[in-house]
């Protein structure tokens, strides 16, 4: 007997489930059940994911031995599957845990202790990840010379540590163009649900700013109004530019390019750790539970820290040149400044030293006249 209470659970229901989650999140999902829905067109002739599901229930109710035995089965053949299929190992983790979330939806549940008894993955290979190096940066904003805005992104992704989502959801609004160096502030609706605040360098701010002052409050800053997430086209545009200049180098692990978005925000990591520590540059880039005391701050001490940070994510010569000759012009102001201080409290120690000498003098006259 079915309850006025309960709910449909299936696809529809699912895509509603996921209908909160950020954008990127709803993709890896739908990935992975597109995945196993291939995976069942290929192995089981006729039959359906819904078909699939439909006899897991059933078997559930029946033997809970032969409901397991099945269960795990099926997951296995789809791991080996994808692993002929020249998936990667990385990729068919991911994709396996969002297949979890969308089986659990549907009442089948997978247990931990099961997963690591009955299914088996490939070892994970660690490589050596590849250091955007500043020629490499240099030459790909270079190649970008006829895409001003995607200049901008890609100057603002390694000057900020936005994720490439991150950065199109940014609208105009999010920006405080009020400063000596554009803020940012990252909304609390991306991928880890965290607000934080981080800055856009000069020389993002140069080719950014033109474009700025056309917009509305609420226009995307690197994107359309129509077409927000537009990531897939802003990678391909990447991956045609780095085959042209020759930086085609691949993983072996997994084939994947060795320069991709992701790059960028790694090149901000990077030089973030070095100069203040890896907990500035994972709090910076988003990863939460850490430096909570930098969230004290503030917003002058946040800007000076990263004023100091900058001249060592420039992608141009020319650029940390300017910074340096800024940053000279302001210590030769301070010095003046101190020298007038000196000369300032000199003049006022003069004033008390030459006051207290002539009540010195008078008293001396009053004592001879008595």
């Not at 599957?81 to 190992?89: H, L």
């Not at 009955?118 to 050596?128: G, M």
């Not at 009020?178 to 000069?202: D, E, F, H, M, Q």
């Not at 020759?246 to 973030?272: C, G, P």
Request: net charge positive; aromatic share 8%.
């Amino acid at each position: 007997m079915s309850s006025f209470l309960e709910k449909k659970r299936d696809g529809t229901s699912f895509d509603d489930l996921l209908s909160t989650a950020p954008e990127s999140t709803q993709k890896n999902k739908r990935y992975a059940v597109s995945l196993f829905e291939k995976f069942i067109d290929e192995s089981y002739a006729g039959r359906t994911l819904d078909d699939v599901i439909t006899e897991l229930r059933l078997l559930k109710t029946q033997d809970t031995q032969i409901y397991e035995d099945s269960l795990y089965g099926l997951l296995q053949d789809w791991i080996n599957w994808n692993q002929s299929n020249g998936k990667c190992n990385s990729t068919i983790r991911v994709s396996f845990s969002n297949l979890r979330q969308y089986l659990f939806h549907h009442g089948i549940k997978t247990d931990e202790q099961n997963i690591k008894e009955y299914l088996r993955f490939e070892k994970r290979t660690i490589e050596y990840r590849h250091p955007l190096s500043q020629s490499e940066y240099r030459r790909i904003i270079d190649g970008l010379a006829r895409h001003p805005l995607v200049q901008a992104l890609f100057l603002a992704l390694g000057s900020s540590g936005l994720r490439i989502g991150e950065a199109q959801s940014l609208k105009k609004k999010d920006l405080d163009l009020t400063g000596i160096r554009i803020k940012v502030n990252v909304p609390a609706n991306t991928k880890t649900r965290t607000g934080r605040v981080t800055y856009l360098s000069l020389e993002t701010e140069k080719i950014l700013r033109p474009h700025l002052e056309t917009m509305s409050q609420d226009d995307f800053v690197f994107a359309t109004k129509h077409n927000k997430d537009n990531s897939s086209s802003v990678r391909t545009l990447l991956a045609r530019l780095v085959d042209k200049l020759e930086l085609v180098d691949r993983y072996q692990s997994n084939n994947i390019r060795k320069i991709t978005t992701h790059s960028f925000r790694a090149y901000f990591f990077t030089k973030a750790a070095r100069k203040h520590g890896e907990n500035y540059a994972h709090k910076l880039v988003g990863h939460g539970g850490y430096l909570m005391q930098y969230d004290r701050m503030t917003e002058e001490e946040k800007l000076d820290m990263y004023i100091e940070l900058e001249p060592d994510l420039v992608v141009f010569d020319q650029t940390k040149n300017e910074l340096e000759i800024s940053r000279l012009r302001d210590k030769v102001e301070e010095i003046d400044e101190l020298k007038l201080q000196v000369q300032k409290l000199r003049e006022a120690q003069a004033k008390s030293d030459k006051k207290i000498l002539e009540n010195m003098t008078k008293q001396k006259i009053i004592s001879d006249i008595k």
